[in-house]
């Protein structure tokens, strides 16, 4: 094995997925950062699971992402790297086993449809062991955990931005 090889982190493609959103760009990209703590699946997609009673965007670059526990503990789930109402928002994911980084876009595909995809990249900072260790799917990034992972949360997502939804 030469040192270049050696040197090379091994290739873990993003996961990627998406879904439709019966809602317009504008108003599925609020419901994202204002109403996470709402609709975001806290069994089992959060750190403190039952004990969770609020997840907050902090709308910014630099901003917060995080979990607020009944008990007043607060536990970070990155920082806001890209935020481009509405179109475009990007962050570091720290509920990985090592640092990873989340993005998602939302294009609007007619008055009451957006697209929303989610990209969840930078596995290679993983070690071999933290590929496959649980994550809130059995098995981690190797077994598709974070694939069926985010499937349901663009699911809530769906759920929660759906024009026949809002009141």
Same mark, same amino acid.
């Given at each position: 094995?030469?040192?270049?090889?050696?040197?090379?982190? +091994? $290739?873990?493609?993003?996961?990627?997925?998406? /879904?439709?959103?019966?809602?317009? #760009?504008?108003?599925?990209?609020? &419901?994202? =950062?204002?109403?996470?703590?709402?609709?975001?699946?806290?069994?089992?997609?959060?750190?403190?699971?039952?004990?969770?009673?609020?997840?907050?965007?902090? +709308? $910014?670059?630099?901003?917060?992402?995080?979990? /607020?526990?009944?008990?007043?503990? #607060?536990?970070?789930?990155?920082? &806001?790297? =890209?935020?481009?109402?509405?179109?475009?928002?990007?962050?570091?994911?720290?509920?990985?086993?090592?640092?990873?980084?989340?993005?998602?876009?939302?294009?609007?595909?007619?008055?009451?449809?957006?697209?929303?995809?989610?990209?969840?990249?930078?596995?290679?900072?993983?070690?071999?062991?933290?590929?496959?260790?649980?994550?809130?799917?059995?098995?981690?990034?190797?077994?598709?955990?974070?694939?069926?992972?985010?499937?349901?949360?663009?699911?809530?997502?769906?759920?929660?931005?759906?024009?026949?939804?809002?009141?």
């Amino acid at each position: 094995m030469t040192d270049r090889q050696t040197a090379t982190a +091994p $290739h873990r493609p993003p996961v990627r997925q998406s /879904t439709l959103v019966r809602s317009d #760009v504008e108003h599925t990209f609020d &419901v994202f =950062v204002r109403e996470i703590g709402v609709w975001w699946p806290r069994l089992p997609y959060s750190m403190g699971g039952d004990r969770v009673r609020d997840v907050t965007v902090e +709308p $910014h670059v630099d901003g917060r992402v995080y979990e /607020t526990w009944d008990d007043g503990t #607060v536990r970070e789930w990155g920082t &806001v790297l =890209v935020f481009d109402r509405p179109h475009r928002f990007a962050m570091t994911w720290l509920c990985s086993p090592a640092p990873t980084e989340v993005e998602l876009t939302f294009s609007a595909l007619g008055p009451a449809l957006t697209r929303v995809a989610v990209e969840h990249r930078g596995w290679e900072a993983l070690s071999a062991e933290q590929i496959s260790q649980d994550c809130a799917q059995p098995g981690g990034y190797a077994a598709g955990g974070f694939d069926r992972g985010w499937a349901t949360i663009l699911a809530a997502l769906a759920g929660a931005a759906h024009e026949g939804d809002r009141t």
